[in-house]
């Protein structure tokens, strides 16, 4: 089982970047797919999930900001981050739950002027 995401890095507030997560090894279209995010020393946040069926959901936070999207073909699940701030800074990790949740390695955003 993998998990890579990819697309991170810095922007500056206000700014966007677009997360992907290239999974293999597992039936994708039968996983409920999401992110979450982690800032040093603090824990695991749920940002947003996607259902099988492309029904999506986010966090308070970043609801009208972040978009989740899912290609059941590519395997690959997205997030889409608009009007970037500070507090969005983290490590972003991609999974995939159904009975058991698989993990990808994260990817570092960083919004700084």
């Known amino acids: 089982v993998q998990l890579v995401e990819t697309g991170g890095g810095l922007v500056q507030p206000g700014g966007s970047l677009r997360l992907s997560c290239a999974t293999s090894?597992?039936?994708?279209?039968?996983?409920?797919m999401g992110w979450a995010r982690q800032e040093p020393g603090k824990g695991f946040e749920w940002v947003c999930g996607?259902?099988?069926?492309?029904?999506?959901y986010c966090e308070d936070s970043v609801k009208g900001r972040f978009t989740i999207s899912r290609d059941n073909a590519k395997n690959t699940v997205y997030l889409q981050m608009n009007s970037l701030k500070p507090e969005d800074s983290a490590v972003y990790y991609c999974?995939?739950?159904?009975?058991?949740?698989?993990w990808g390695q994260g990817t570092q955003v960083t919004v700084s002027s």
């Open positions: 999974y995939g739950w159904i009975l058991r949740t698989y």
């Open positions: 090894g597992f039936t994708f279209s039968s996983y409920v």
């Open positions: 996607v259902y099988m069926n492309g029904s999506a």
